[in-house]
């Protein structure tokens, strides 16, 4: 499976949903997640994603992410439409600290 991870959090730029083919992106308040049993693991999501935010659960520390995006796929809505960015995204893109500073 790929899974989004932190830089995706106020940055928001949903290029990656226009692409999938099976329609696993979810959203929430401030960021997205894929889900991990629907992602066929076709990649064309990754090279979407300006914020880098999209990888694969094969590159190391992707444990939790997986998990993350598994919890968080289960309870919030499928998105599968662009919608505009998180207001001022590029001033959060590569920001440390996202997940603890503005998850929500
Ligand atoms: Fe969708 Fe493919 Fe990305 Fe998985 S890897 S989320 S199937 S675009
Ligand atoms: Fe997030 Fe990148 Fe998609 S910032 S919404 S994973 S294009």
């Not at 083919?21 to 991990?36: K, R």
């Not at 994603?49 to 289960?74: H, L, Q």
Request: hydrophobic share 30%; net charge negative; charged share 30%.
């Amino acid at each position: 499976t790929y899974v989004v991870t932190e830089n995706c959090i106020r940055c928001v730029y949903t290029d990656c949903v226009e692409v999938c083919p099976v329609d696993c992106f979810y959203v929430g308040e401030n960021m997205l997640v894929i889900h991990p049993d629907e992602c066929i693991d076709c990649g064309v999501c990754e090279p979407e994603c300006p914020a880098e935010a999209i990888s694969p659960d094969t590159e190391p520390g992707m444990e939790k992410w997986v998990e993350f995006n598994r919890k968080y796929a289960e309870l919030w809505p499928n998105i599968v439409t662009k919608r505009d960015p998180y207001p001022d995204a590029e001033k959060y893109d590569g920001e440390p600290g996202k997940l603890e500073k503005y998850f929500s």
